[in-house]
């Protein structure tokens, strides 16, 4: 009986050890860093697969953001949210950078699909980095050349200077749909 009691007491002390303790740890900043940075990697690469011009036009640009998105809808409202990096070209300089997105309307499903962002100008890009960008409402934009040459073939002209490229499990989208999107630093990456 008291070898039964003390295997009891040590499987209970065993158990309330291992529920006590976390079964995963939380990724470390540097470990996150290094997920965001893998996923720009294999982004740019399918990119370049599927648009091979995408890579002249991102290799003489400012400099460029890559982001994944998942999202999902259900019924009348909807959002999604992801993680990214810009990058200056020349330096090499990395922003870490978050972004939320909300829905609103009828419908169902789950979306997952990867954009980058690609700046002609200096400028543009420490503009997007310190302050972001928002979206409102939605827009949709169909997908076309560029007015700087086949380049930019497969991107979404967002404003003057500013290109959008979105892949989709499929490859690059036809057409680009933002719907209330705000893009921002990660203050926990950066």
């Given at each position: 009986?008291?070898?039964?009691?003390?295997?009891?007491?040590?499987?209970?002390?065993?158990?309330?050890?291992?529920?006590?303790?976390?079964?995963?740890?939380?990724?470390?900043?540097?470990?996150?860093?290094?997920?965001?940075?893998?996923?720009?990697?294999?982004?740019?690469?399918?990119?370049?697969?599927?648009?091979?011009?995408?890579?002249?036009?991102?290799?003489?640009?400012?400099?460029?953001?890559?982001?994944?998105?998942?999202?999902?809808?259900?019924?009348?409202?909807?959002?999604?949210?992801?993680?990214?990096?810009?990058?200056?070209?020349?330096?090499?300089?990395?922003?870490?950078?978050?972004?939320?997105?909300?829905?609103?309307?009828?419908?169902?499903?789950?979306?997952?699909?990867?954009?980058?962002?690609?700046?002609?100008?200096?400028?543009?890009?420490?503009?997007?980095?310190?302050?972001?960008?928002?979206?409102?409402?939605?827009?949709?934009?169909?997908?076309?050349?560029?007015?700087?040459?086949?380049?930019?073939?497969?991107?979404?002209?967002?404003?003057?200077?500013?290109?959008?490229?979105?892949?989709?499990?499929?490859?690059?989208?036809?057409?680009?749909?933002?719907?209330?999107?705000?893009y921002y630093k990660n203050k926990d990456l950066n």
């Amino acid at each position: 009986m008291v070898n039964r009691r003390k295997t009891l007491a040590a499987l209970a002390a065993g158990t309330a050890s291992a529920l006590g303790a976390p079964a995963f740890a939380a990724p470390s900043k540097d470990e996150k860093r290094a997920e965001v940075r893998k996923m720009a990697q294999e982004t740019l690469a399918k990119l370049y697969s599927v648009q091979p011009g995408a890579k002249k036009a991102i290799e003489s640009s400012a400099g460029y953001a890559v982001f994944s998105n998942f999202g999902m809808k259900i019924l009348v409202a909807g959002g999604g949210s992801g993680d990214g990096v810009a990058v200056a070209t020349k330096t090499k300089a990395e922003t870490f950078m978050s972004m939320a997105e909300v829905q609103a309307g009828l419908g169902m499903g789950i979306k997952k699909f990867r954009l980058v962002w690609v700046f002609e100008q200096p400028a543009l890009l420490q503009k997007f980095v310190s302050s972001g960008w928002e979206f409102g409402a939605q827009a949709t934009a169909a997908a076309q050349t560029g007015s700087t040459g086949a380049s930019y073939q497969g991107a979404v002209a967002v404003s003057p200077g500013v290109w959008l490229y979105q892949l989709t499990g499929d490859g690059l989208a036809a057409e680009l749909t933002v719907k209330s999107t705000k893009y921002y630093k990660n203050k926990d990456l950066n």
